[in-house]
């Protein structure tokens, strides 16, 4: 098991930046590629970016490349999401994922264990 919880939402500035944590409870996270994904209001949850095991390994979606960076201490048990440029289409709620797998990044169905959500509101 896995118990998942993000910090670091809130309102910004268009324009603005967060970072976001989720930290991990358990001894296996390092165990677990992790995700960051992000759900608007009345639309579905979609991927954001991934890192693998190690960190070795990172994805983005094409929306937020070059504006947000995905990282991971394994020490701390916990995974970073840094949010720059932020423009209101980014506004959503933001949760972790852990995936033993790692076969498919970008599917909401390949992760084990997800929390329960920061909120991030970008005001233009």
């Known amino acids: 098991q896995v118990q998942l919880v993000e910090s670091g939402g809130g309102l910004v500035q268009a324009g603005g930046s967060l970072r976001l944590s989720c930290a991990a409870s358990g001894r296996t996270f390092s165990s677990y590629a992790m995700g960051w994904f992000r759900q608007a209001p009345g639309k579905e949850r979609e991927f954001v970016a991934a890192i693998s095991w190690s960190g070795g390994s990172v994805y983005y979606a094409d929306s937020v490349k070059g504006r947000f960076t995905i990282s991971r201490d394994n020490a701390k048990n916990t995974v970073y999401l840094r949010v720059n440029s932020l423009t209101p289409k980014d506004t959503a709620v933001y949760s972790c994922?852990?995936?033993?797998?790692?076969?498919?990044?970008?599917?909401?169905?390949?992760?084990?264990?997800w929390g329960q959500g920061t909120q991030v509101t970008v005001s233009s």
């Open positions: 994922a852990a995936d033993r797998e790692f076969s498919s990044c970008a599917d909401v169905y390949e992760y084990d264990y």
